[in-house]
């Protein structure tokens, strides 16, 4: 016989996000004053407190806070190897560049099966701890046929939003044939890679792949049932908006140099929905010295806005939305609650979800429990954990109730 309640009612909240405007007020659908049931790993019921469904069991959170756990539609979690002195020497005055790829690149080929797995495994405990309650994960350290199947089996064991990203940047076996890279990325490296990924991702970039490269990628994933998504815009102005929104993408990440014709074309393709999201990233943008994206352009303009972590090695090795929101509310003039809604509900449109992100009666019964009264404090109080436990498919994950 389980042990584990099959019901279990979440008390006393004093402020409740379902992100869902019909159940509360605001933006946020806040219910203060509430109480959430879980059953069988799904929100059965949430309203005000008196009105709660009798269930197996029941937990205090004593006016704490209550959201949907963070939906983050980035990371690089599955590599090995270390870039602290490259960071050292960015925070010394040296750029940023794409080809930094290649040392976790070198390293990943190196490591066992084991070490990827226990790297991984390690970064996902992090990020549950932090909140984070969906995390995709993209392969491109590999960049070989064996690497990149192997970097996605792994990935496998620990999300369902896995990413086929052989075209991160062009394997140094082919440096000076980017066309027969491509070739390699669209050929047998997709027949190996496509079972294991349900999205397909091109770094859309100078010193990665132009635009032509990327469509060309994304369309063969395509063919293969695999859904585009793009980094773009990322270190310079560039066609990468332009490909992700042109291929029906789901997201286009990064979105630091935007051009007027890029900030309506992801306002029209919002308009239009499903469309492409703009993930903002700006844990990269701090670990790299770069300007912040307009996320007030790309929000006034009324594109679909996510914030994501990025978590990599090289450009950002954050696990902390909690880190992204603060940035986004304090450096990027997005309101707590837009910075909030990107971080869960923003990152559930990015990886078309409609099962996570919000806590209305049927979703995933993702959730996280604040030791703050209401969701301001996340980027109120930055850098001090907020997160006292964390709920996945109705299971403790993280933290202590
Ligand atoms: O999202 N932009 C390309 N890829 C990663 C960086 C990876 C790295 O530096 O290792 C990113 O920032
Ligand atoms: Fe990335």
Known sequence: MSTVPQSVLVDGIGTLVTNDPELGEGPLGEIHDAALAIDTGHVAWCGPRGAAPGTDARVDAAGRCVIPGFVDSHSHVVFAGDRSNEFGARMSGRPYEAGGIRTTVAATRAATDTELSDTAASLVREAHAQGTT?????SGYGLTVADEERLLRTAARFTEEVTFLGAHIVAPEYAGDPQGYADLVTGAMLDACAPHARWIDVFCEDGAFDAETARRVLQAGQRRGLAPRVHGNQLGPGPGVRVAVECGAASVDHCTYLS??????????????????????????????????????????????ALASDCNPGSCFTSSVAFCIAMAVREMRMSPEEALW??????????????????????????????????IYLAYRPGVPQVAAVWKDGELVSGNP
Request: charged fraction near 20%.
């Open 260 to 305: 007027d014709a890029d900030v309506s074309a992801l306002a029209e393709s919002a308009a239009e929905g499903p469309g492409t999201v703009a993930t903002l990233l700006p844990g990269v943008d701090f670990s790299t010295r770069q300007p912040y994206p307009d996320a007030r352009a790309l929000l006034d303009a009324g594109a679909c806005v």
């Open 134 to 138: 969906t995390l995709e994960i993209k």
């Open 342 to 375: 990107a971080a869960t509900a923003g990152g559930a449109r990015a990886l078309r979800r409609s099962d996570v992100g919000h806590l209305a009666p049927g979703a995933r019964a993702d959730l996280t429990l604040l030791a703050a009264p209401n969701p």
